[in-house]
């Protein structure tokens, strides 16, 4: 190198190209070494994502810089060019000038980064059933730079669909409409798949995209702290194989632990001395067989309903206990409903898998329905009030051989109040000579049976309860920022002990809640629509997160937490909304929290498709910042060193933006892709 260019490097800032902003700290001390100039080696990194069906290569971000010391031996470059090794001959910056002296001087030093590159996000999602699932296939497609660990206690992914094994365990809605949008199982055996196979089909989706490598099985999280100096959580974790409890820290976390997960047993007196089988339905014991033996089902919700029409025909005896009647739908949106299975034919099936068209045709037919559920939600409306009597007239020939229950289980509120349930072979079953529909209330568990409030006791073998879960939503760990306890301010226990102990789920959105900052929720409080699908709520709202965790990333924001007013702006617009519904009609239902007149906190304030538009565009107005860096300018990291890493990327495509002649462009998307940037 000759003399005069070791002169000019000697006290010229050098900007460096840095990852982190950490990393540019600790590395600025070398950056002003005379003689010396940080040579970046940058591997071009590629994410494969999947658009519209079709697996793209997306170049979003280039690798870890590796900083090595090196003499300078080649020609300047323009002043300010990042460096990079990605040519074999090194290149470096200097600034000849300092800028006209008049010139306003900035209070802020420049974070030297490309704005493409974003922050290294670590997110940990808590819960492997269908929604940690999608979280493991969409995340990291939309998200660069994330670090993503699954915690899941269970041995394997499938949530509800792993766990309950109970006779009879099957989906009510379609197996084509309960599945992702992008993975279509064209092979579904049954129109209405058992939980076997549903499991199987959201396992071979993590095996298929790898998710598997994210995932931390036997782990449950047992409390999330919230760690104000570093902006991260406490994830404490235990691990259910070795009982060690050890604490990791996340960026960010997002719960996916699922609606009814957290099941749990009633507490009568009495409970723990009944010497019988005794299981909750969640919790099936699948060594032992109730044929020919006497049992009692209690609950009437979808589980009930299912294990009585699934245990009548083999036990002795059943006793069926009920506090509050139900409706029985005959379908959710039309189709047809039997107590037993309905294989599709291998016609059928080779028909799906040879006629794409063929096949999206059937699917959108039958998912179509799903969307359009949406006006029986209102009370008075005319598809209610035909609802209201199409299934009396159902249950009335239905229960034909048991008139006298009529009165019983034909309820007052109107159909939707509580989450319909088809309940094919319910009614037929305990219209038959071995059930008895019992409404008088439980008063207490014997060591053999159970005793009504009439002082009657009935004996049984086993007693299964199907008395559903933790439906107040309160989350099942302490969940501690700030010096609150989340448990506590959802716990309707606790209503109104102060302005913060709300009493049920407060959220914004059902994503957030104020307080809590990175904290997300996934198929949480108002996760879905009333009418549409889990599966795709559940990507819908993966895909809201993931424009925030971006956000966060890419901006270089260390923490995110909703508003006070927009969370409360939510909640008055939810109550204006739910008291035009039918779920505000006098019923106990998880919507409610199993609370009749508490606020309905179970299901989004409006359609599928409203929840949909809303989720498309997050509202950044409503949420509070806090940024990284010293200065707490919200552009000093975000806007970086006015780069981005494809302009230093000699290799890089810089017009993505071009297309072919004569090939279609969809107007209304053009420059919208994220990832599709010079
Ligand atoms: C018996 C039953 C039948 C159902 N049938 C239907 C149906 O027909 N149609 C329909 O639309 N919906 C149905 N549902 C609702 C169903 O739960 C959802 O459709 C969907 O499966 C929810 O998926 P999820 O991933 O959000 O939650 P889940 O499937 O509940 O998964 C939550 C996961 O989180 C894990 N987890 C929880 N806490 C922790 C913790 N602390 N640490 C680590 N891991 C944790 C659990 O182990 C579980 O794997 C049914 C529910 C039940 C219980
Ligand atoms: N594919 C399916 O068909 C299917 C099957 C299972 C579950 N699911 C889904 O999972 C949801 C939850 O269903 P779930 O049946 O598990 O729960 P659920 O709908 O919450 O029903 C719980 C039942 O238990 C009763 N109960 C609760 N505590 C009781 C107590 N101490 N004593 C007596 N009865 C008690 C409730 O009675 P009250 O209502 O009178 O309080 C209710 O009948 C469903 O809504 C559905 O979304 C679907």
Known sequence: MEAGHKQILRGVVVVSVSLCFVRFFAEKEKLQHPGYLLKFTMARTTTEANVNGEVVTVVDKLGELSVSEEEVTSEPSAPGTPETSVSSQPQYSFVPFEPHPGYPKSRISLVNRFIDQPRELRVAVIGGGLSGVLAGVLLPAKVPNIKLTIYEKNYDFGGTWLENVYPGVRCDIPSHVYQSTFEPKLDWSDQFAGGAEIRDYWQSVAKKHNVYRYARFHTKVEGLNWNDTESVWEVTIKNLQTGKTITEKADSVITAIGRFNAWKLPSYPGIAEYKGVLRHASHWDPSFDPSGKAVAVIGNGASGIQLVANLQPSVARLDHYVRNPTWIAASWAGDVRQAGPQPYSDEQIALFKSDPDAYLKFRKE?????????????????????????????????????????????????????????????????????????????????????????????????????????????IPFPVIAKGKNLQDAWNPELKGKSDEHHGFPYTYLGVATPGFPNLFFLQGPHGTGPSGTVPHSAETQLTLLAKILRKLGREGIKSIVPSRKAADDFVEYSDAFFSSTVLTDNCSSWYNGGRPGARIHGIWPGSAGHLTVVRQHPRWEDW????????????????????????????????????????????RDVHESWWNLP
């Open 366 to 474: 039958m998912e179509d329905k799903y969307w359009r559920r949406f006006n029986a939600f209102f009370r008075g409306s005319k598809d209610s009030t035909e609802l209201r009597e199409r299934f009396t007239q159902i249950m009335h020939e239905r229960l034909a051989k048991k008139q006298e229950l009529i009165e019983h289980i034909v309820p007052d509120f109107s159909p939707n109040c509580r989450r319909l349930t088809p309940g094919p072979g319910y009614l037929e079953a305990i219209s038959e000579p071995n059930v008895e529909y019992i409404r008088t209330r439980i008063r207490r568990f014997t060591e053999t049976g159970i005793e009504t409030e009439d002082g009657k006791e009935r004996k049984v073998d086993a007693i299964f309860c199907a008395t559903g879960a933790n439906v107040s939503q309160v």
């Open 624 to 667: 509070e910042y806090e940024y990284l860096g010293e200065t707490g300018n919200r552009f000093q990291w975000y806007l970086g060193n006015g780069w981005t890493s494809r302009e230093a990327d000699p290799q890089s495509d810089m017009t993505p933006y071009l297309r072919r002649p004569g090939e279609k462009v969809e107007l």
